[in-house]
T-cell receptor, first 113, second 112 residues
């Protein structure tokens, strides 16, 4: 299996622009998680889905952030408008119900100027 | 709520030294415990896990024992290598909750 796939790997944008991060989970996994990692705050869970349905979005920092999962093989995290404080590495992870293990993608490093 | 506290880094060791990274947790019920490792420029990978008290997780020479009486899950390795240089995260999953709660991570640097 190719593992969790994220794109782009790096994104540089200017404040105010819309940013869309993409994730393809491991086939057969029914949970998908979006995390943000910064030096100051560490690893934060933003939102997670089960069978394409958002279950807990309490970690989403504000209305500028939105996430969707239109099907079992694709999810997006959108930031509109972006701000410099959104600069971070964003990880997607997936897991199957039958296991405890989350599998992480390589991350997207976002820089907002 | 659930929380994980792990020792502050960075930790710098010479090759073949003994490694301990402390991790303690707060949780209701009987959580599962994990150590994840993040190599430079990569995502997190599961290193080992333990799902009940007194279980020992092990992988690649690393070990950790689930100690309920001290609410701890310390990571150890008898002889570290340069290739072990990475950030190590302790995490827990509480009961039927599907979320992982992570510690802040400990940066390990191993010098030749």
């Amino acid at each position: 299996d190719a593992g969790v796939i994220q794109s782009p790997r790096h994104e540089v944008t200017e404040m105010g622009q819309e940013v869309t991060l993409r994730c393809k989970p491991i086939s057969g996994h029914d949970y998908l998680f979006w995390y943000r990692q910064t030096m100051m705050r560490g690893l934060e869970l933003l939102i997670y889905f089960n069978n394409n349905v958002p279950i807990d979005d309490s970690g989403m920092p504000e209305d500028r952030f939105s996430a969707k999962m239109p099907n079992a093989s694709f999810s997006t995290l959108k930031i509109q408008p972006s701000e410099p404080r959104d600069s971070a590495v964003y990880f997607c992870a997936s897991r199957a119900t039958a296991t405890d293990t989350q599998y992480f993608g390589p991350g997207t490093r976002l820089t907002v100027l | 709520g659930n929380s994980v506290t792990q020792m502050e880094g960075p930790v710098t060791l010479s090759e073949e030294a003994f490694l301990t990274i402390n991790c303690t947790y707060t949780a209701t019920g009987y959580p599962s415990l994990f150590w994840y490792v993040q190599y430079p420029g990569e995502g997190l990978q599961l290193l080992l896990k333990a799902t009940k008290a007194d279980d020992k997780g092990s992988n690649k020479g690393f070990e950790a024992t689930y100690r309920k009486e001290t609410t701890s899950f310390h990571l150890e390795k008898g002889s570290v290598q340069v290739s072990d240089s990475a950030v190590y995260f302790c995490a827990l999953k509480g009961g039927s909750n599907y979320k992982l709660t992570f510690g802040k991570g400990t940066l390990l640097t191993v010098n030749p």
